[in-house]
Nanobody
Framework: QVQLVESGGGSVQAGGSLRLSCAVSESMMEIGIMAWYRQAPGMQRQLVASITRSSRTNIVESVRGRFTVSRDTGKNTMDLHMNSLRVDDSGIYYC?????????WGQGTQVTVSS
């Protein structure tokens, strides 16, 4: 059973930066693709960024150039660096990991960007 714990959320003004981190309970070598999703109030959860075991990344267009994703096998973590934050980046950010045929989710961390 893989456990994921997100941290680093908070409140920031537009234009600011935050770094989210997802701690993984198992060895990263057992984890395939990892991803960050966000969910705004009243909206469906949407993909923000993903990263493969070989650190190939996919960043959705709305945050490309502002967000980067990385994973650290030694620390068993995946990070999301968010720069030039906008009000519409607000939401609950969730970490997801795929191990075998199972998707695992964290409990989410709140990001609030104010104007």
């Amino acid at each position: 059973q893989v456990q994921l714990v997100e941290s680093g959320g908070g409140s920031v003004q537009a234009g600011g930066s935050l770094r989210l981190s997802c701690a993984v309970s198992e060895s990263m070598m057992e984890i395939g693709i990892m991803a960050w999703y966000r969910q705004a109030p009243g909206m469906q959860r949407q993909l923000v960024a993903s990263i493969t075991r070989s650190s190939r990344t996919n960043i959705v267009e709305s945050v490309r150039g502002r967000f980067t994703v990385s994973r650290d096998t030694g620390k068993n973590t995946m990070d999301l660096h968010m720069n030039s934050l906008r009000v519409d980046d607000s939401g609950i950010y969730y970490c997801k990991a795929i191990s075998g045929n199972t998707d695992y989710w964290g409990q989410g961390t709140q990001v609030t960007v104010s104007s």
